[in-house]
């Protein structure tokens, strides 16, 4: 038993690398969850390239889409198990009752037996069921990476988004902290001219409403600000900001100007057909699911394998554990399943199903990505042409209001003239504003709709 024993340990060391043993796979440990990543305390500034860098480490979506990366690899290895030799090994021992037990031929009676072997097995042919299996895992890998990349367009351009959140709701605060400090000096003016009695005390009362109407739109920019900042956290996948980073908020650097640029229609959708990931990832699972047709397909034909071992079992004409009997096995299996119910045909039916399934998918996002860059390419010539309009209306409403100060002071308009211009020059502001930060996010709707890779996301790959 024991040049069995020693011989059978010897072939599987021989046969397999320790790491791959199934008994020392099991005694392992489950690994601890991966590490969170390190969080920075909040910096004292803040820039747009900075925020899109840390949410490609730390965004929890791409962190999800990259464990279903690792998943797919997991499931090639399990696959590519079926290509390549299997190694077994068997034992057992069994001791029965002397009762049971009876002599034979003038044999001492048998009532213990043992049994060691080691086997081999390399399937050699499955009608092309575990190639195209194999291709199949591949190219789910494939598609892994492409939801990976498609992952990150929709986060960067959701930070990007945020991050215009936030510049847009500071500059609110700025447009309604200078209409409230405008309007304050106009308090005051008309104050200084009540007292010197050129005007009214109804002169002072409309000052004294303008500035408090005034005052909520500033408390709601300053509440819109905190908000985006917090939106954007979520985006960037910040779990800082405690202890000393409770109350802190980094400078973000930064502004929403308007750059006019200009795409073409067909170029646009010729590029979103041949670049975007997500129409490259269903293109993937559609070859996937041809070759899962093949993998279903095989069960109509045999498996064959060549098998090979060493085995050694104790003589049945003796009770002495130490006699045995050891030596080599070889041989041949193979299986057909001649008739299984239909349970093939069933399988390969479903496999057909799920490749027509894929196919449609592919065409209905195909449809969808083409309405898709229309409609940003639409929305990015409406945002156009407002940041033109906004940007000459308020140099318009500047100077208007200061040709109502000045006639103001000589007599010649009354305060609600002046208090009207204020307003009209702080309408036009924000509504500058609000076209500068829609032709922003619509520039970027545009890029992620056409495909464009994301300078960031390229530098920031290695």
Do not use: C
Request: aromatic share 6%.
């Amino acid at each position: 038993m024991q040049r069995t024993a020693l011989i059978a340990a010897t072939l599987l060391a021989a046969s397999a690398p320790a790491q791959v043993l199934p008994f020392a796979e099991a005694l392992k440990p489950e690994p601890p969850p991966a590490p969170a990543p390190v969080v920075p305390a909040v910096p004292d500034l803040l820039t747009l390239d900075q925020a899109l860098i840390f949410a490609l480490e730390n965004n929890f979506s791409i962190r999800q889409a990259r464990e279903r990366l690792r998943e797919q690899e997991g499931l090639i290895v399990e696959v590519r198990a079926q290509a390549i030799p299997n190694v077994s090994a068997t034992a057992g021992y069994t001791r029965d009752a002397k009762s049971l037990s009876e002599s034979r031929d003038g044999a001492p009676a048998n009532y213990q037996n043992w049994r060691a072997a080691i086997t081999v097995r390399q399937l050699i042919y499955s009608g092309g069921g575990v190639r195209a299996a194999l291709d199949a895992a591949k190219t789910t890998r494939t598609a892994a990476v492409l939801d990976i990349e498609a992952v990150v367009n929709e986060v960067l351009l959701l930070v990007r988004t945020r991050f215009a959140d936030v510049l847009l709701n500071r500059e609110r605060i700025l447009v309604q902290e200078q209409s409230v400090a405008l309007l304050k000096e106009q308090l005051q003016t008309a104050k200084n001219r009540f007292e010197a009695g050129s005007v009214s005390q109804f002169e002072v009362l409309t000052a004294e409403v303008a500035l408090a109407n005034a005052q909520p739109e500033l408390i709601s920019a300053r509440n819109g600000f905190r908000v985006a900042i917090d939106e954007l956290r979520a985006a960037l996948g910040y779990q800082g900001g405690f202890g000393a980073d409770l109350q802190k908020v980094p400078e973000f650097t930064g502004t929403l100007e308007y750059q006019p640029v200009a795409y073409d229609l067909e170029a646009s959708l010729a590029a979103a057909k041949a670049r975007r990931p997500e129409l490259l990832r269903l293109a993937q699972i559609q070859r996937a699911r041809e070759s899962g047709v093949t993998v279903s397909k095989a069960d109509y034909l045999p498996e064959i394998y060549v098998t090979g071992g060493y085995q050694g079992v104790k003589r049945s004409t003796s009770n002495s554990l130490d006699d045995s009997l050891d030596g080599w096995t070889a041989g041949i299996e193979a299986s057909w399943a001649i008739f299984d119910g239909a349970r093939t045909r069933g399988r390969v039916a479903q496999a057909r199903a799920q490749l027509n399934q894929a196919r449609l998918s592919l065409a209905e996002q195909t449809l969808a990505i083409e309405v898709e860059v229309r409609r940003a390419l639409s929305t990015l010539q409406e945002a156009a042409e407002l940041a033109e309009a906004a940007g000459k209306v308020v140099g318009q409403a500047e100077e208007a209001l200061r040709l109502a100060d000045v006639r103001y002071r000589n007599g010649a308009a009354t305060q609600l003239d002046v208090l009207q211009a204020r307003q009209a020059l702080t309408e036009a502001s924000l509504n500058r504003l609000e076209a500068n930060y829609r032709h922003t996010i619509a520039l970027a709707s545009v890029r992620k709709a056409v495909g464009e890779s994301d300078p960031v996301a390229a530098s920031a790959t290695p």
